[in-house]
C-alpha cells in the first residue's frame, strides 16, 4: 500500500505459542514506520510482547473502537518479506505451528523485546501483613523479605499461581504496587570494527609512509578514496589491514571505531546451482536405472555412494 495515509490498521502474530492473527491500529506518528515483515512492540493480554506483521489494510475486521494501538516499530527495515509469507504460512500449517512460532524459529533468537510484571510491597503492605488470610499473607510475607519480584519468580517461590483478581484485591487497597518492565533482546547488536580518516597527512608524511612503510602507504590511498571503510572489507587487498589500522591511529590520520550492523537474516543472494550439460559414463548408467524404475511405475529405493565430488548432487 502506497498510501501511508490509508494505512491505518495492522494484522500482527504474536511471537507465542498461541493461534490467530490479531487485528491493531496503527498511530499516525507510526504510518510511515509500519511495513509487513517488520517487528512491533504491542499490548497483549496484560502485557508487552513482540509481534510480527504480517498485512496491512486501512479497514479492520473488527469494530475499530476495540482495537489496541502499535505501540513501537522495533525495525528499521524489514526481516522478511511480503513473497515469503507463503512459506511461513504453508511450514505453519504441515508442522501444525502457530504461525507467530514459525517466524521465531525463521529469524535469530533471542532478538525479540517483551515486558513482565513486577509487584513490590508497600508500607501499608508491611504493616497490615500479618492480619491478612492466606493466599495473601505468604505473598505479602515473601515481598517483605525480597522487596520486589517479577509475577513469575513469585509463582516460582510460592509454589502456585497468583490470580489476576488477588493481586488486583492487594494493588485496590494499596498493600501492594504492580508495574511493568520491558525487557530488552537477549541479543547483542552485531558490531564490525572500522577504519576512517581523523587527519589529511601532509604531503611529508604521504613520501614517508611510501618510503618508509609501502603497504601502509597503500591502504592509506585506499582510505583516502572513501573516507572509512569495513576492516573486513579489506581482508582480500590486505593481508592484516588491522595492523595497518592501528599503525596509521598511531600517526594520527586514521581512528578505529565499532560500527553497529543490521542483522537482515533473509538478504543472503541464493545462487542457482548449475546443470553440467554432459554426464559421466558412471552417472548416465545410475540415472538409466533410477528412470527405468519410474518408467515402469515399480517405486524402489535407491542409494548413492561415492566420495566427495563423485557427482551424486547432479544425477
Known amino acids: 500500500m502506497t498510501d501511508a495515509q490509508k494505512v491505518r490498521y495492522a494484522e500482527i502474530v504474536p511471537a507465542l505459542p498461541v493461534e490467530g492473527i490479531f487485528d491493531y491500529a496503527v498511530p499516525e506518528h507510526l504510518s510511515d514506520q509500519v511495513e509487513i515483515g517488520k517487528r512491533v512492540l504491542v499490548p497483549f493480554r496484560g502485557r508487552k510482547i513482540t509481534g510480527y506483521l504480517v498485512k496491512l489494510k486501512s479497514e ?52 525479540n523485546v517483551s515486558s513482565q510484571k513486577l509487584i513490590r510491597i508497600t508500607e501499608s503492605g508491611r504493616e497490615s501483613k500479618t492480619r491478612m488470610k492466606e493466599p495473601a499473607r505468604s505473598l505479602l510475607e515473601l515481598l517483605d523479605q525480597m522487596e520486589e519480584l517479577p509475577r513469575t519468580k513469585l509463582e516460582s517461590l510460592l509454589g502456585e499461581p497468583v490470580s489476576d483478581s488477588l493481586l488486583k484485591g492487594l494493588a485496590g487497597k494499596q498493600l501492594i504496587e504492580l508495574t511493568e518492565e520491558t525487557e530488552p533482546p537477549r541479543i547483542k547488536p552485531k558490531e564490525e570494527l572500522a577504519v576512517r580518516i581523523d587527519k589529511k597527512p601532509s604531503q611529508d608524511q604521504e613520501l614517508f609512509l611510501s618510503r ?28 592484516n589491514p588491522l595492523a595497518l ?17 543490521e542483522r537482515k537474516p533473509f538478504t543472503l543472494e541464493l545462487m542457482p546451482m548449475s546443470r553440467p550439460e554432459t554426464l559421466s559414463p558412471a552417472q548416465k548408467a545410475v540415472l ?18 561415492g566420495v566427495t565430488g563423485s557427482g551424486k548432487t547432479e544425477v
Open 288 to 305: 538409466g536405472k533410477i528412470e527405468d524404475a519410474i518408467l515402469s511405475n515399480d517405486p524402489k529405493v535407491f542409494l548413492l555412494e
Open 245 to 261: 589500522a592501528r599503525g596509521l591511529e598511531k600517526r594520527g590520520m586514521a581512528r578505529l571505531e565499532k560500527k553497529r550492523m
Open 60 to 111: 479492520p475486521g473488527l469494530d475499530p473502537s476495540k482495537l489496541k494501538p502499535i505501540l513501537e516499530v522495533l525495525d528499521q527495515e524489514p526481516l522478511f518479506f511480503p513473497d515469503q509469507m507463503e512459506l511461513f504460512r504453508f511450514c505453519s500449517e504441515y508442522y501444525q505451528s502457530p504461525l507467530g512460532q514459525t517466524l521465531k524459529t525463521a529469524l535469530p533468537p533471542g532478538i
Open 212 to 239: 618508509r612503510a609501502p603497504e601502509q602507504y597503500r591502504f592509506l590511498l585506499a582510505l583516502q578514496k572513501t573516507g572509512s571503510f569495513l576492516l573486513a572489507e579489506m581482508k582480500e587487498q590486505f593481508k
